[in-house]
């Protein structure tokens, strides 16, 4: 059951009961949040109108961007709102109240009911306009002249030129995409095929508990002797092609046969009802890891569609980024469209989509969100196909990277300019891979479920957009603040400080 918050209720005046201290960021950020479409949103995923009262949207919402903006785990989150009267505010309270706001579970119900969807709809409507400000910030030759066109009110924006564009396409959107890896265990198949085995040698327990009048005697695994072949393995120190394979194939027998005497326990009665339902899950996607892997045996290949390299997170999927590093990463593929410093989230999938397919797309979604398609765009080397050259083209935008057909010499120096400048604007969008990875806990997600780990990543470009309006509004408190963007050559004002 869910009762809605009457607008009034959405924002909350001060005084809070106690003295808050106005210039706190969390008072600042709570009137830059739409919370009324975020009430809409969370409405639509309520189920049932009965039952205990749901929490206010305000407070789910609110409790994942704490969670996001300082990396905290379910419980500390519940902790800090509990002690902090400014998270409180910000969190939707009337006064300030000693008791815990909720049982840490509640953070799972939360990203469920706000889905990464819903908040990449809420990033579009909170931070297009700054976007579209900050796309059209002025070109400024010296830092002598302060003057601008805007009032007292909009003095803490960037400004934005006013003359009108000669083309129909304005701005710049710089595309890149990223993995955001889960908290799992580094895959290797030996290692998964034991981590079935063990699985299935508990189910077998389980299951043969419920039918003992029936067997003579247990059917044997031979855990035992698994288990030595397994540590028989880890403790080689060089593991060849030859040696891999043997034991590989160990492993899979192992499993094959778990999986028959389960089989031959069901045939004989045994319930798989009596099975815990996180159990029975993972049976499930036991016998899909098994199918991949005996499969990938027989054929001598180490490649295969939606292929488990967890058993109990079967959604990730191996991210294949060819970083010196990290060749191979496990987690969602993000991929991400900057314009004027912000990121918008184009599309994000457990499955490792080519990152050129999706640029028609995070086109689409800058003329909706803007109007109009971009002036340029730029990227890295995959994306000017042949495709999307054509694309772009059809549509008068400047795709990144080198021209085709032959060039004159003036050309060719004409065109390394271009393409060393799109470069130094291109590290914008990995600038903002490090902050969101390094600060905002984006490089380890510790969600479990699909769904949930899905709303954390976009939780935490949403923060990253939110900090970012933060600096550009709050300034250092002098009249005029005067920049050089490297990204892009110019010098920006920002106006006086709030």
Not at 55 to 84: H, M, W
Not at 247 to 265: A, C, S
Not at 339 to 346: E, L, M, P, S
Request: glycine share 6%.
């Amino acid at each position: 059951m869910y009762k809605r918050e009457c607008p009034g209720q959405l924002k909350i005046e001060i005084p809070f009961n106690v003295e808050l201290n106005p210039d706190s960021k969390w008072i600042r950020i709570a009137d830059k949040i739409p919370w009324e479409q975020i009430e809409d949103e969370y409405v639509k995923h309520i189920k049932g109108v009965e039952g205990q009262r749901a929490k206010p949207s305000r407070l789910a919402f609110g409790a994942l961007f704490v969670q996001a903006s300082e990396c905290l785990t379910d419980e500390k989150t519940r902790e800090y709102i509990q002690e902090n009267p400014h998270i409180q505010y910000f969190c939707g309270y009337a006064e300030y109240t000693p008791t815990p706001p909720f049982d840490a579970s509640m953070m799972v119900h939360f990203r469920k009911r706000i889905p990464a969807e819903t908040v990449m709809k809420i990033t579009e409507t909170a931070f297009a306009g700054d976007a579209l400000i900050g796309m059209d910030a002025p070109e400024v030759k010296a830092p002598d002249g302060y003057e601008t066109d805007r009032g007292e009110d909009s003095g803490s924006e960037l400004e934005a030129t006013s003359a009108e564009p000669t083309a129909d396409n304005r701005g710049t959107l710089i595309l890149d995409a990223t993995c955001c890896p889960q908290d799992i265990r580094y895959p290797t198949d030996i290692g998964l095929m034991n981590n079935a085995r063990e699985l299935c040698e508990e189910i077998i327990d389980r299951l043969y508990e419920t039918v003992t009048d029936r067997y003579d005697y247990k059917p044997r695994t031979y855990r035992n002797v698994a288990r030595r072949d397994y540590l028989a393995y880890t403790k080689i120190r060089k593991h060849t092609a030859k040696t891999i394979r043997r034991h590989l194939r160990k492993q899979i027998n192992y499993v094959g046969r778990d999986l028959r005497i389960i089989e031959d326990l069901v045939g004989k009665g045994a319930p798989l009802s009596a099975l815990p339902w996180q159990l029975y899950r993972k049976l499930l996607v036991i016998n899909e890891a098994y199918r991949q892997q005996k499969e990938m045996y027989d054929t001598k290949t180490h490649r295969c569609e939606a292929r488990i390299v967890s058993i109990s997170q079967p959604h990730v999927r191996p991210i294949v980024r060819g970083k010196e590093h990290d060749p191979v990463e496990f987690g969602s593929k993000t991929a991400i469209g900057l314009v004027g410093g912000y990121a918008f989230i184009t599309d994000i999938s457990w499955e490792n989509i080519a990152e050129a397919s999706l640029l028609p797309q995070a086109a689409e979604q800058y003329k909706s969100m803007f109007g109009f398609y971009p002036k340029s765009i730029i990227g890295d080397g995959v994306y000017p196909n042949l495709g999307n050259r054509t694309w772009c083209r059809e549509r008068s935008i400047r795709l990144s990277g080198p021209a085709l057909g032959r060039k004159s010499e003036e050309d060719k120096q004409e065109e390394r300019k271009q393409r060393r400048k799109d470069g130094c604007e291109r590290n914008a969008v990995e600038g903002e891979f490090g902050i969101t990875k390094r600060k905002l806990g984006l490089d380890r997600i510790m969600t479990k479920l699909s769904d949930t780990s899905l709303t954390a990543v976009a939780m935490g470009f949403f923060v990253a957009n939110m900090e970012r309006k933060l600096r550009s509004i709050f300034s250092p408190e002098t009249f005029y603040y005067v920049f050089y963007d490297f990204y892009r050559f110019r010098l920006v004002i920002l106006g006086k400080s709030a």
